[in-house]
């Protein structure tokens, strides 16, 4: 337990040092008013589809955050082997203590879990409860909703936890699991094999729970069903923990020149890029980023499908939507390009924080570029909407420069932690839901009427002269910071 | 001409003065140290004098540049050896070394990466990534890093640390033979005896302000150095 309350301890301190104990505080406090006013304006909201798509649309989402904040057997790795610049944290204490790294690791994933509930979880719910005395649902309802969005986030971090873990044994393992995964998700969303419940159980406690269900015997089952996946999952990763992270002296072959070589027309880029690539390739890192995009993109795109063909509720989510999903989600990527390694040994050279920010930019769209045009051009075919790829791939590319300039821009190299400051979160929620609802709109217009293109076209303009903005705004914002 | 020039320096972190109205110079060509306990706020300094970290208050010029604003163009000049050995984790010693010689445009940058493999000898552990190599190596390799482009002015930073005795007399070897060609070098440590056999002038700081400065031969001539040292760091903490 001790070991537990130093690391929240830990955690409290972490985060407080990317803004200040006090704005730290206003995340809370933004994820309930958040929460409260989303609750207020669920009647509108369920003008344009149904309680069961809502509960589901929400489900998804959340697990979906679990999974992407629940990575812990990489970000624990990390930590191990040092690789954070100067900072070091309890979870390396095993290497000099009597502790073992499977201790460590549980109690690291408890903090982790206990700090997004405080943190996010618990405020947001607040704000839900806070709506009731103005809305008409009842308090069973949003408990029970409550209750079953907690289960999908920890769910969802407790399978992150596990393929993390698992991934951090054996390259070949990771790629297993990560196959089982999307082989699954197809056979959901596809071929239509069994329920989403067999694949998220709160949505099977969900369906027979209030507000949707009233079957208790079933909610019972599931409800158990999750606890013990969760369990199981978390308990999984704990023995998968290595006793040990000792790196291996192996030698390795000279990968620098050669991408030096390979870069020579990017210019003053040239010694940058080369560095990047090879520490993707030496990392491992591209698999994860990959994964980390393409999984929610999976889920989005069988949401889609199960509302469409599933729930046979006409949405209109067509190509034009996912391009902008896609695009929207394309800043997963660049979050991932900056915690590859740390960025301290930059301050001992003449390089400026802009630079390497651009940088990343460039990888991302080396990197991006074809991972996305491939997924919207299989979303394209499955759908049989490949009549409306010339609207839909520039708004992928648009979209994804946007975003990962704006991001760039708002974060700098830390887009995680500055995320975690209000003041910047608020900027990037403004930059990121405007446009989405915008495009989201006239994407469910496309086809039906010829304005529609011509208002996308127009918005397409504004966010690329947005994105060229901002992208020379980033010596101004970050010339005369450190890396460190 | 000074090599370094520091008026009236003063760097904050919140309530806490790192640095607090400091005043120096460094004249070209001589080998300059700062020493002080731990916390006395060397490594800021030595940050502060090579553009990573803003002053908050004061004046700072290194070779003629004033850092502030102007960062970059101080580390085109000079040479840094950074308290935590932190080059990057996949990358091998080799590439790193490719790397810098590449970011600073260096001329034969395989001939001096050639040289500084031998010098440190570092032929066994040239091709295991920087994440792998003990903490040692990863010093010979910053080391190796900092003098490759022969820089004019060398910032270093506690640079004997985790050496073992063999290369720690072999950097001291290079470091006076670096002075007698009229290069400058800015050394920070707390290990006194680096001071008495490499130092021509120094500065002893203790909680952000200098309590002595002075030519070695000077501030030695009545007691020793760590007698020194001693007596002025405990009258600073209770006058």
């Known amino acids: 337990m001790f070991i537990l309350r130093a690391m929240l301890r830990e955690e409290y301190r972490m985060h407080s040092s990317y803004t200040s104990s006090r704005m730290m505080f206003a995340l809370p406090a933004f994820a309930f008013t958040i929460a409260l006013v989303t609750s207020l304006a669920l009647g509108n909201i369920m003008g344009a589809m149904s309680l069961e798509e809502l509960l589901f649309n929400v489900n998804a989402g959340v697990f979906l955050y679990g999974v992407s904040v629940g990575a812990l057997g990489f970000i624990g790795r990390t930590l191990v082997e040092r690789r954070q610049g100067q900072l070091n944290s309890i979870i390396t204490m095993p290497s000099l203590l009597p502790m073992s790294y499977r201790s460590t690791f549980l109690c690291f994933f408890a903090s982790d879990a206990i700090f997004y509930f405080a943190l996010l979880i618990v405020p947001a719910l607040l704000g839900i409860l806070a709506s009731l005395p103005f809305t008409h649902f009842s308090i069973v309802s949003v408990l029970s909703a409550s209750l079953s969005l907690a289960l999908s986030f920890l769910y969802g971090m407790s399978l992150s936890f596990a393929v993390s873990v698992a991934g951090t044994r054996s390259r070949g393992a990771f790629a297993i699991i990560a196959a089982v995964i999307i082989a699954l998700l197809l056979g959901h969303g596809a071929l239509h094999f069994y329920g989403i419940e067999w694949l998220l159980p709160t949505m099977g406690y969900q369906f027979s729970a209030p507000p949707l269900g009233a079957d208790a015997p079933l909610a019972a089952l599931f409800l158990a069903a999750t606890i013990m996946a969760t369990l199981l999952l978390y308990a ?88 902008a999903m896609v695009g929207f989600f394309s800043v997963v990527l660049y979050t991932s390009l900056t915690e590859v390694d740390a960025h301290d040994f930059y301050g001992t050279l003449p390089v400026a924080v802009p630079r390497v920010i651009r940088t990343k930019l460039i990888m991302f769209l080396m990197l991006t570029m074809g991972i996305s045009t491939a997924f919207v051009l299989g979303i394209a075919a499955l759908n049989g909407e490949a009549g409306m790829l010339w609207l839909a791939l520039p708004v992928l590319y648009v979209v994804s420069v946007y975003m990962v300039v704006a ?16 003041a910047v979160l608020s900027k990037f929620i403004v930059i990121s839901i405007l446009p989405s609802l915008g495009l989201t709109l006239m994407s469910f217009s496309v086809g039906r009427t010829e304005l529609a293109a011509v208002a996308i076209a127009g918005v397409l303009v504004l966010l690329l002269a947005a994105a060229m903005l901002l992208y020379r705004r980033i010596d101004a914002k970050w010339s005369g910071r450190g890396f460190n | ?46 940050r502060v004098l090579t553009g990573q970290l803003p002053p908050t208050a004061g004046e700072v010029l290194v070779s003629g540049i004033d850092v502030q604003g102007n960062g970059i163009a101080v580390r085109e000049r000079v040479g840094i050896v950074p308290e935590a050995e932190s080059p990057p984790s996949y990358l091998t010693a080799y590439e ?6 590449r970011v600073r445009k260096v ?14 000898d570092l032929g066994a552990s040239q091709d295991v990534l920087c994440k792998d190599l003990s903490k040692g190596t990863r010093q010979k390799v910053m080391l190796s890093s900092a003098f490759m482009h022969d820089p004019p002015l060398l910032f270093l930073d506690e640079p004997f640390v985790n050496l073992d005795p063999i290369y720690q007399h072999k950097l001291r070897e290079y470091l006076l033979h670096l002075r007698e ?59």
Request: glycine share 8%; net charge negative.
């Open chain 1, 236 to 323: 999984a990763a704990i023995i998968m923990v290595p006793e040990s992270f000792q790196g291996r002296e192996a030698r390795h072959g000279r990968l620098y020149p050669r991408y030096f070589a390979r870069f020579a027309s990017f210019g003053s880029f040239q010694p940058y890029l080369a560095k990047e690539m090879v520490d993707l390739r030496r990392s491992g890192a591209v698999g994860r980023m990959v994964l980390s995009f393409v999984i929610p993109l999976t889920m989005l795109s069988f949401t889609g499908w199960y509302v469409n063909n599933g729930l046979e509720v006409p949405v209109g989510f067509n190509i034009v939507f996912y391009a």
């Open chain 1, 407 to 422: 991001t760039a821009y708002l974060t700098g190299l830390r887009p995680n932690s500055s995320l975690f400051d209000p």
């Open chain 2, 1 to 46: 001409m000074a090599s370094i020039t520091v008026r009236e320096l003063s760097r904050s972190f919140g309530a806490t003065a790192a640095l607090d109205r400091i005043s120096f110079d460094v004249a070209e060509g001589t080998f300059f140290g700062c020493f002080g306990p731990n916390g006395a706020g060397k490594s800021t300094l030595l």
């Open chain 2, 96 to 101: 790193y070394l490719a790397f810098v010689g």
């Open chain 2, 107 to 120: 001329d034969d940058v395989e001939g001096r990466i050639d040289r500084w493999i031998d010098f440190f």
């Open chain 2, 181 to 239: 060609e009229g290069r400058t070098i800015f050394l920070c440590s707390h290990i006194l005896e680096a001071a008495q056999k490499l130092c021509q002038e120094m500065i002893i700081l203790n909680r952000g302000r200098i309590v002595a400065s002075g030519s070695v031969p000077q501030l030695t001539a009545e007691e020793d150095l760590e007698t020194l040292f001693l007596r002025l760091v405990e009258e600073d903490v209770h006058p």
